[in-house]
């Protein structure tokens, strides 16, 4: 999982138009889900994470995401980057 916050930063740093990001902005922020007990819908809420099944979009969104891995993986072979990395709000990101 990937938050969209982050989908969004890398295309700014590939260089797309910011209103081009703007929209794909909107299109990500549109997903929406929720879960049925016993058959019962429950309260709707917004996905921020991720990337929906069946999506255009989401194809081009995901090879930018294995990018990233990538580059984080170079990053950690040549010693660039040690485990674990730490997050901003202190929790550890595990790759």
């Known amino acids: 999982m990937i938050e969209h916050d982050t989908i969004l930063s890398m295309l700014k ?3 797309l138009d910011d209103r081009l ?5 909107s299109i990500l922020a549109s997903g929406t889900s929720l879960v ?6 429950g309260k709707t809420f917004h996905c921020r994470r991720g990337l929906r099944q069946g ?3 989401s194809p081009l969104l995901y090879v930018s ?3 990233l891995q990538t580059v984080i993986n170079k990053a950690c072979d040549i010693n660039l980057l040690h ?3 730490p997050s901003v709000n202190g929790d550890f990101l595990i790759i």
């Open 55 to 57: 999506d255009p979009l």
């Open 13 to 15: 740093h590939y260089g």
């Open 83 to 85: 485990h674990p990395i």
């Open 36 to 41: 049925l007990l016993n058959g019962v819908p």
């Open 21 to 25: 990001i703007g929209w794909i902005r």
């Open 65 to 67: 995401t294995a990018d």
